[in-house]
């Protein structure tokens, strides 16, 4: 039986311990010395501490080890460096070994490992000596690696009577028990095509433990045969003490610890496995493939079999093994041809589906089933992946000499795809026959599986003719399952307008304020998948996350998504106040505001970034007095922050919040507790309104010299650069505060640097002003640059208003090219990808208006008035 983890690996995981160390450490037949702290350090051994294992934080970690100062690193050295220093396959638990000083009861003894040695020894030779260890902390290098639990069944008359429930890298069930897991994958994937719940895909929530335990309750179990082993010592060995009574609940006959508390799991865990919405894959196998493709190596068999067997491959035809496809297909095919093919003679499986314990911030990756496991859904697709990537990787090196690894991932697992529409991962089904051709695909996995004959410890012998046989076999179940069974997402079913091809970016300074009344699971589900949609990074968004209640900061302001993970834990919600306090979180973003304005200034920066405040609210309800406060300030920041939009996901009425903000057709949304109700709508369903209202409110273009203050001590002309990929689109807003008064030469100007042909448009009433728009189509004003600038004169913009905020703004929109340059250009660090297209734009004697003062002066006023009025009632 496969090790489920074919990944068996600390993927980005731990920094070397031994710096010093240049030989091959991952192919020793032992723990290698950098795996160590994966099994000595408590802390990170346990995989609810571990950081979500997703591609964008995949991609945010390996982009933070390409943003090291120094690092100097290209594609081919980071991807090998990665591999030799994080993975290592088939490590297994020594049954009967205890933990103890001087001894780790783990090895890699199961199979993979075979295959694993023969590809890093032979096929992917370096060392992982120039990874720079000191770029990643402890929580950051920890990721994909399988802990080192046994599961157990429990007979709770006697706890300390435990059976081993334990199968290679495989967390076992009772068979009831993956029925009902089979039964809940099957009916997702049944639901995958439906658009009306696009987040129902294979990987999708596993069922909640309540209602395993209710299922279970009416089916009713069977008591699990009894196997005394020492708990005390397993526990010790594990790091897991016993979870007391009550967190315990019953499932038929057989108690089960909570998934969540980390003790004993509901199914087979796949480790090694990373989440993305067009299916999960093993991380492993995808940077495999683009090592190999960056240094693509075809050997003959004789070179890579043992001088023992030279001899009876003279016998054999001439076979070569390409490296590129042993990394990935034909080395798992290869898997199901030695280990599987011979036991089943002419059913020959490949695949096995799986779901995450959630979609949002997922750790917990469950299989459907206990046999067949040597090719599983998530190798499949990281085979097709990584062969992909591996077969176009030098052709978009010639394009791109400067690729980097995170622009590479961050290209072709999203809806852009890497310098076209083809080739991404939403693709991938389509393109599997294209990039693995039968014939070549049978060739590859014969050859490699003839070198594991000679590598791998088998318990029978079979012949050459019949490794042809069984290659054939495997290969025959692969090309029938992809197109039958591997029903992932299509690009169409998850684009974020339907029907329109557009690359959609967001760049939003984002304040979350969040009511401690929601359970932290339902609060950390929310934000968690609010952040993974807004394009958090340098690039993007930058967020700060804070209390409804007192207005602290929670988690510091920041670009990183890790910092949410492993700051916000439900430890730390525990400790803080319940409800919302509209005055305290009013003047929390006064403060807020006031320093991003003053920095602004400081620093000349045109800000280029939407500011957004979203509040998270339980079921509190507003008071007349704070009502009142709210309604006044929120006409102070209309005049000092015209930018600064507040958007309200509320529990129960949401309407309560109506008088709160600019547009209550736009800014209100509904929010139930997750998992409630007679439908159960998934995070993802619920938050797709208002993270699409935060995409697509547009990035604010401030006159710096304003600051919060609103001071102008100078004029003259300001600029940003600003950068747009091929099919996508920027949208900006710049307010009538910096343009009300007449003022001669005023004007903002978009202007081309060359890097390819954009489309500008602008308008004073359209939002979102493109070339192609149906909504009020007149008042639209688009035109091409390249080279050339893009004029808006707004000398006199305002002529006709005598208010600021009735003079509408300025809108405008910098679309890309539908197809890359022929030159790619942009290697600036800047460059989100190599194809963006670099643009400025510039503010020419723009002025500072706001009558904020005098907004404050009449509320005080009024507040005197009707306090005198009172007195003489």
């Known amino acids: 039986m496969k090790l489920v983890a074919s990944v068996t690996t600390c993927l980005l995981v731990l920094s070397l311990l031994t710096p010093g160390s240049e030989a091959q450490e991952n192919v020793l037949t032992r723990v290698a010395p950098s795996m160590l702290e994966c099994y000595e350090n408590a802390q990170i051994f346990e995989r609810d501490n571990r950081l979500p294992m997703t591609m964008n934080m995949l991609i945010e970690l390996v982009r933070k080890v390409e943003d090291t100062p120094g690092f100097q690193q290209d594609m081919r050295q980071l991807a090998i460096s990665m591999l030799h220093r994080f993975r290592q396959d088939g490590i297994v638990r020594a049954p009967g070994v205890t933990s103890m000083s001087g001894v780790i009861p783990f090895s890699p003894t199961e199979f993979q490992f075979t295959k694993h040695r ?136 057989v108690s089960l610890v909570d998934i969540a508390s980390n003790a004993i ?53 001439p076979m070569r093994v390409d490296n590129r496809w042993a990394a990935t297909l034909s080395g798992d095919l290869a898997e199901v041809s030695l ?38 859904d998530t190798e499949i697709r990281a085979g097709i992946d990584g062969l992909l990537l591996a077969t176009n990787i030098a ?23 890497v310098f076209n529409d083809t080739v991404r991962s939403c693709n991938r089904r389509d393109l599997f026959t294209t990039v693995a051709p039968m014939q070549q695909l049978r060739e590859q996995t014969v050859a490699f599986s003839t070198v594991l004959d000679k590598e791998m410890q088998m318990p029978f012998t079979i012949s050459q003719e019949a490794i042809i046989n069984f290659s054939d076999r495997a290969t025959d179940a692969l ?18 307008v339907m029907n329109d091809p557009t690359i959609w970016r967001t760049a939003s300074d984002l304040f ?32 700060t996350i804070l209390n409804a209640r007192d207005g ?99 529990a129960g009425d949401p309407g309560r919040f109506n008088r709160f903000v600019r547009d209550e057709r736009r800014d209100v949304f509904p929010l139930r507790e997750l998992e409630s109700g007679s439908v159960v709508d998934t995070v993802r369903v619920q938050l797709s309104p208002v993270i699409h209202r935060i995409q697509q409110e547009p990035r604010r273009i401030v006159n710096p010299r304003c600051g919060h203050d609103w001071n102008q001590e100078n004029w003259g002309s300001n600029s940003m650069n600003q950068f747009v990929e091929p099919r996508g689109v920027n949208f900006y807003r710049l307010h009538a505060n910096y343009f009300f008064r007449q003022g001669e030469n005023r004007r903002l100007r978009i202007q081309g640097h060359g890097f390819a042909t954009l489309t500008v448009c602008h308008s004073r009433w359209v939002e979102r002003p493109r070339m192609n728009s149906t909504e009020n189509r007149d008042s639209i004003q688009c035109r091409t640059i390249n080279t050339d600038a893009y004029d808006i004169d707004l000398s006199n913009a305002c002529d006709g208003h005598s208010i600021i905020h009735t003079c509408p703004p300025v809108f405008v929109s910098v679309e890309g090219p539908l197809i890359p340059p022929a030159v790619i250009r942009c290697s600036e660090p800047e460059c989100r990808f190599p194809d963006n297209a670099r643009f400025a734009i510039v503010l020419d004697n723009m002025g500072c208006f706001s009558s904020a003062s005098r907004t404050v002066s009449s509320f005080l006023m009024a507040a005197m008035v009707a306090l005198v009025m009172a007195f003489f009632k």
């Open 118 to 253: 023969v590809l890093f020894s032979r096929l992917l030779p370096g060392n992982a000596v120039n990874f720079p260890n000191a770029t990643l902390t402890i929580d950051e290098r920890l990721s994909q690696y399988r802990a080192a639990r046994v599961p157990r069944e429990l007979d709770f008359k006697d706890r300390s009577r435990l059976r081993p429930n334990y199968l290679g890298d495989n967390e076992m069930l009772e068979q009831p028990e993956m029925d009902r897991i089979r039964e809940h994958i099957k009916k997702i994937k049944h639901k995958a095509a439906s658009v009306a719940r696009l987040e129902m895909d294979p990987d999708e929530d596993h069922p909640d433990d309540q209602e395993l335990q209710q299922e279970a309750a009416e089916e009713g179990g069977e008591e699990p045969q009894e196997e005394p082993i020492a708990a005390a010592a397993e526990d010790e060995e594990a790091g897991e003490p016993l979870e007391e009574d009550e967190a315990l609940g019953e499932i038929g006959d």
């Open 265 to 317: 799991s509901a199914c087979p865990v796949e480790n090694g496995v990373v989440y993305t919405p067009w299916g999960s894959v093993m991380a492993g196998t995808v940077l495999a493939g683009i090592a190999a493709g960056l240094e693509p190596q075809t050997v003959q068999l004789r070179d890579l079999v043992s001088r023992s067997d030279q001899f009876r491959s003279r016998q054999m035809q």
């Open 339 to 376: 280990l599987h093919a011979p036991s089943v003679t002419n059913n020959v499986q490949v695949g096995a589906a799986g779901a995450w314990n959630r979609t949002v911030a997922p750790r917990w990756y469950f299989l459907s089933q206990r046999e067949h496991l040597q090719m599983t």
């Open 395 to 417: 052709e978009w090196r010639n394009r791109a000499n400067n690729l980097r690894l995170s622009q590479l991932l961050d290209m072709y697992y999203s809806h852009r795809g």
């Open 479 to 496: 090309a029938n399952y992809i197109p039958s069974a591997l029903n992932d997402l299509t690009c169409e079913a998850t684009a974020i």
């Open 512 to 543: 979350i304020f969040i009511d401690a009344a929601w359970p932290h699971r339902d609060a950390y589900s929310v934000v968690s998948n609010i952040l993974d949609a807004v394009d958090v990074g340098r690039f993007g968004t930058n967020y």
């Open 552 to 650: 602290n900061v929670i988690v510091n302001s920041t670009q990183f998504l890790s910092d949410f993970h492993l700051t916000y834990t439900a430890e730390l919600h525990q400790t803080l106040p319940n409800g919302l306090n509209i005055p305290n979180v009013f003047r929390r973003m006064r403060e807020e505001t006031n320093t991003l304005m003053s920095g602004e200034r400081r620093t000349n920066n045109l800000s280029g970034r939407s500011k957004i405040a979203l509040l998270i609210v339980h079921t509190d309800r507003v008071s007349e007095g704070d009502t009142n406060f709210a309604i006044q300030h929120l006409q102070i920041f209309r005049e000092e922050v015209p930018d600064l939009r507040f958007l309200y996901l509320a």
